[in-house]
């Protein structure tokens, strides 16, 4: 029962946090209150099989436990791919993913830079999700850094995405500049619509 209030109080705490269109914003720039991806994931997935979809690639991976949504287990468990490319440049980051997925001939996990992954891609995408992390150039506003670099992610990918194909970007409840700042107007540039923003973007084409 206390646990059943708490979520009532957090759930009314929220709505009177968005009332009148008013999202408070913390020191860092997030959106207070940030919710699970875990609704915006199993979306991606559900359209994901609704296309028919057969490869996901995603760059940055890893267990980062169920706030950051564990997106390796939604696609393994709800999706339909055969095939499922789980790329980080940290070792255990990968080695996370090799651990928990072991046995399981659709998941490869690799340690490699993302950006000189997707260039070197020979296959084609069908969902694209975008999880990683970039630094910023010393005196640069904060967030430039990967507001630039997710945008290099959809151009070394953008012409090995299928012709109906999904797009999600996490992290994405940021004040801008951020992951999402430049690569969402050229998705959209390129067919893509969004489908959902918030705590992710998922656009879908």
Request: proline share 3%; aromatic share 8%; no cysteine.
């Amino acid at each position: 029962m206390k646990a059943l209030l708490k979520k009532l109080r957090a759930a009314l705490s929220r709505a009177r946090a968005h009332g009148g269109g008013i999202i408070p914003v913390d020191e860092a720039g997030w959106w207070m209150h940030r919710t699970s991806p875990a609704a915006s994931l199993r979306e991606a997935a559900r359209l994901f099989n609704e296309l028919g979809g057969e490869t996901i690639v995603e760059i940055g991976s890893g267990l980062h436990g169920d706030l950051a949504g564990n997106s390796i287990f939604t696609w393994v468990r709800r999706t339909a791919a055969r095939r499922i490319v789980a790329v980080d440049a940290d070792e255990a980051r990968v080695n996370e993913v090799k651990s928990a997925t072991a046995g399981n001939p659709r998941v490869e996990a690799l340690v490699a830079d993302g950006i000189k992954y997707l260039e070197q891609f020979r296959g084609t995408i069908d969902l694209l999700y975008l999880d990683y992390w970039l630094p910023d150039l010393e005196g640069a506003v904060v967030g430039v850094g990967r507001a630039e670099g997710y945008r290099d992610a959809y151009r070394a990918a953008r012409d090995k995405m299928n012709e109906h194909s999904l797009l999600l970007i996490d992290d994405t409840d940021h004040v801008h500049p951020w992951k999402h700042t430049y690569i969402v107007p050229d998705a959209r540039t390129d067919g893509f619509r969004v489908v959902h923003e918030g705590r992710q973007t998922l656009l879908r084409r």
